[in-house]
Every structure is written in structure tokens, then in C-alpha cells.
């Protein structure tokens, strides 16, 4: 809360900051691009800059702020040829699948984006990245899963396709303008509902098309509404002094 204090993002305990970016930070992804003003520590003072934020527990297990600034020039991975960064950089394709070592002898398959607003290469490890059980109650194949991780577009039966995008501020991009995703946790399934979602990579989507939701998504929104009774995140309010959240 200091951090966020210090960049303006909070104040007196109470944060301030749309749902969407509260929900991207509590869910390990990126925030939008949002204005930063009056930034100062003991080494730097900075009048405003636009950047991204976001959350990361460090290895005493508490999360810590993150800040992503537009770069003047992006810095390119090390594993990347000059070609398919170029590819990244150009929007001619939505990302790339790379086998890397994993410093312990074997190989791990990373998946590298590039933030045109950040100008930065977003790296991902696969096995990582977590698949929804189910979206719009429709059950996900273990095929549908491995697409999803791998960032390659998914289909489902009622026609909605979607896929992982780390770079997006939803975490996923799809042809329809909301979906619930759903996933199985230790206390049962769990509802994750995404509202204004991006169109999918260099895809163009009819307005009215988009608009239309199914069955199952209806039938998912009411599951929702049960696990989920309340509306927003205006109820999370944080103890100034003690810095916690309730």
C-alpha cells in the first residue's frame, strides 16, 4: 500500500483504481496503461510518466509493485532470433513458442508476446499458465487446455473462441464481448465472469454478433451470481495502520 501510495494509486488507505486493473493486479496479470504522477523515493522524482502495474510475491512470500514503463526501444530476449522479434514487434503474429533450458538440465516452452504500448516482450512459461475448466458451462477438452496454455486460439460449442494473452489486461482475448470461465478448486468450481473483453489478435468483430451470449453463458452468469453475491470491489477497504485488507 506504501508503493501504490507513492505512485498515487491509493490514498489514505483506500485504492484508487478501476475494477478491471484491481482485478488484473489481484489475479497476477498487468493493469492497463494508467498515469502516474508525482513519483518519488530517496533516488528518483518524477513528475508523471504513463506505465503499467503489477503484483509479484517475492520469496518471503509477500506481494510486491511492479511498475512497467514505455520503453523507448524493447529490450529482446536472448532465446529470440532478430526475425521473430521483428514478427512480434510488427503485430504480423499474436506470439511465438519457444523451448528454452531450464538451467537444471532440461527444457521448458516459453511463450513470448510483445506490448506495443509498453514496447516490451512478455515472456510466459506454459506450464504455468493456468486453463479454465469449463467456459460458458461447456467442459474444455485436455486438447482445448494445451491450446489455451500454448496462447492458439479455442473454440467451444457455442461458437465463442478465445485465448491467452498475457499482454492483455483481461488475460485472455475472444469474439464475443463477455464469457464466464470456469475452474476447479479445493472448495469446489469456481466463476470467473470477463466483461469487455478485447477483440481476438488482428481479428475484427461485429458488433451485434459479439454482443450475443448463449446458453451456457447464461447458465454459467447465474452460477456466478450465486458464488459471487457481491457486485464490485467497492467493499475492499484497507486499514490504513495496519494494511490489511478486509
Known sequence: MDDLETIGLAAEGRLLIKDDDLNALLSGRRSSLLRLENLKDDRIRIAAMEAKVSLRVNEQGKPGLLIHPVYHKPSTPDFLEDDEAELLEKGEVANLQKVVSDGMGGKKELLVEYDPETR???????????????????????????????????????????????????????????????????????????????????????????AKLSPGYHQAFEYFQADNPVKDNRHIQVDAKRRSFR
Open 120 to 210: 516490451e516482450f512478455i515472456v510466459s512459461d506454459t506450464d504455468l499458465v493456468q486453463a479454465p475448466d469449463m467456459v460458458n458451462n461447456e467442459r474444455l477438452t485436455p486438447a482445448q487446455k494445451e491450446r489455451y496454455r500454448k496462447g492458439k486460439e479455442v473454440e467451444i460449442e457455442d461458437h465463442t473462441k478465445f485465448s491467452y494473452s498475457a499482454v492483455d489486461k483481461h488475460g485472455m482475448r475472444a469474439n464475443k464481448m463477455a464469457l464466464i470461465a470456469s475452474i476447479l478448486m479445493d472448495a469446489g468450481m469456481s466463476y470467473v465472469l470477463y466483461k469487455g473483453l478485447n477483440a481476438l489478435f488482428n481479428r475484427k468483430r461485429d458488433p451485434e454478433d459479439s
